[in-house]
């Protein structure tokens, strides 16, 4: 079963809305230093607590950034912070710095590579300790498991993790480094799969229980539920699409990619009836998958102050409960989601 970190990481301690950190390390093209602050202060200043980031992200430069805006605002470590392990970041040497790498174009001369092994998750906690500058990580998530992200080599990384990687996820967790540990994904069946093997606090799923896929609803949702295990939703908008739209033909990520016509196709279908009912749909996208007992945060990401305070709007504006019943009744909604209202 789930230890007691549960009592302390439910929805109101973590917050109904917490902060993804992602575009903190220049994901898709760069952020400026004083704009990545400036984020960072809107979010504590609108009265968000809990910030979750990754080596990964940036490679090392959300971290740090992360770390240097609540070193300022968080003396106290009052936040509640959570990153991840399961990535090494290996020198880059000749790397063109200017261009995209794994998504991120960032100055960091390093990348990212698998390795979920317990030395490496040893190693990974205390750097990235070292660049938040915080004497503890709350929350520690193994990042990217699973057959989506590896394929072939998923059996591999898969029993590497339980040999070793979670072993070391324990021990810090049983010393006291961390107050809970998860799994930080963007598929459901490595949930299941982990959820069978091992016992976890939190599960952060990233892109899964959405407006958009509602894949976790039959089967993962109600296990979390039965296990005591928190579920923090990342990538309510699908990588952007349910903030953006498709009604204006901009060019849209699904998944952190370019989306297929069948999605496309869909989102156009939901953006259509928040219309009629005078919702953005950005602001349905984040409000679901609150509605589910076992959500306990959803973190959107965000680049500016504007989209903080977005998102903060986001959350006490009004949405009839029939714009729910049209978008079931059309099939663009899984019959049995809980909605609000």
């Known amino acids: 079963m789930a230890t007691n970190a549960m009592t302390t990481f439910d929805r109101a301690t973590l917050g109904a809305l917490g902060f993804g950190a992602a ?3 220049n994901l898709y093209r760069p952020l400026a230093d004083a704009a990545a602050r400036a984020t960072v202060r809107a979010a504590w200043d609108s009265g968000i607590r809990y910030f979750d980031t990754a080596p990964h992200y940036g490679f090392g430069l959300s971290e740090k950034r992360l770390g240097a805006a609540l070193a300022q605002l968080d003396p106290g470590e009052h936040a509640i912070v959570s990153t991840k392990v399961g990535r090494r970041l290996d020198p880059v040497p000749d790397a063109d710095l200017s261009q995209p790498r794994q998504g991120f174009v960032s100055p960091e001369p390093v990348e990212s590579v698998f390795d979920y092994s317990y030395d490496a998750v040893m190693r990974g906690y205390e750097a990235s300790r070292t660049r938040l500058g915080r004497d503890r990580i709350d929350i520690l998530y193994a990042h990217d498991l699973g057959r989506a ?3 072939d080599a998923h059996p591999h990384h898969f029993r590497t993790f339980i040999e070793g990687g979670y072993k070391a996820m324990r021990a810090l967790r049983d010393a006291g ?3 809970a540990i998860g ?8 949930c299941e799969q982990l959820l069978a093997t091992i016992d976890l606090d939190l599960v952060l799923l990233a892109g899964r229980y959405t407006l958009l896929d509602q894949a976790a609803l039959d ?4 296990l979390c539920a039965g296990q005591s295990v928190g579920v923090v939703i990342g990538g309510p908008y699908n990588s952007g699409i349910l903030a953006q739209g498709v009604a204006n033909n ?3 990520h699904y998944d952190y990619a370019p989306p297929p016509a069948a999605i ?12 009629t009912h005078h919702v953005p749909m950005a602001v349905a996208a984040l409000r679901f998958p609150l509605a589910h007992p076992q959500v306990v945060s959803v973190i959107p990401g965000a680049v500016s102050p504007d989209e903080v305070a ?4 986001a959350m006490t504006t009004p949405i009839p409960a029939a714009l729910w019943a049209d978008l079931k009744r059309a099939g663009l909604l899984h019959p049995d989601a809980p909605v609000a209202g």
């Open 310 to 313: 977005a998102g903060v709007a």
């Open 177 to 179: 480094a961390v107050r």
């Open 183 to 190: 799994v930080g994904v963007n598929e459901v069946a490595i």
């Open 264 to 275: 496309l196709s869909r989102v156009a279908g939901i953006e259509a009836l928040c219309a």
């Open 149 to 151: 992200t590896h394929g």
């Open 23 to 25: 575009p903190l390390g």
């Open 219 to 222: 089967k993962l949702l109600p």
């Open 250 to 252: 901009a060019p849209v």
